[in-house]
């Protein structure tokens, strides 16, 4: 995957951690390239508990990996519409399956 905003691609690190960053992006995990990663305005979603950027999303959910909050990948603190796709999808199919289980209780 490459960085978001430039486009540059990923080469495999050194030993050590990563200098690529994740973020989130109109709710899509993203990748960010160190060079991207000093610019201030890179638009990423902030977490509506802390305002932080250090943002995880995953199986529908965005997590702040500053306070844990957790929330829908729905539920924006803003009112940008939902990117319809994938995520729609799999959601789809987690309500149906989840449902299913629930309903059985």
Request: aromatic share 2%.
């Amino acid at each position: 995957m490459p960085c978001f905003s430039c486009g540059a691609r990923q080469t495999d690190p050194v030993r050590g951690a990563s200098p690529w960053k994740r973020g989130v992006r109109q709710e899509a995990q993203v990748l960010i390239c160190p060079d991207c990663q000093r610019t201030h305005d890179l638009d990423l979603d902030a977490c509506g508990s802390c305002g932080s950027i250090a943002l995880i999303c995953r199986l529908g959910e965005v997590e702040c990996r500053s306070c844990g909050s957790v929330r829908l990948a729905g539920q924006r603190p803003e009112s940008s519409p939902r990117p319809d796709g994938l995520a729609d999808e799999v959601a789809a199919a987690l309500e149906r399956v989840l449902g299913r289980l629930t309903s059985h209780a």
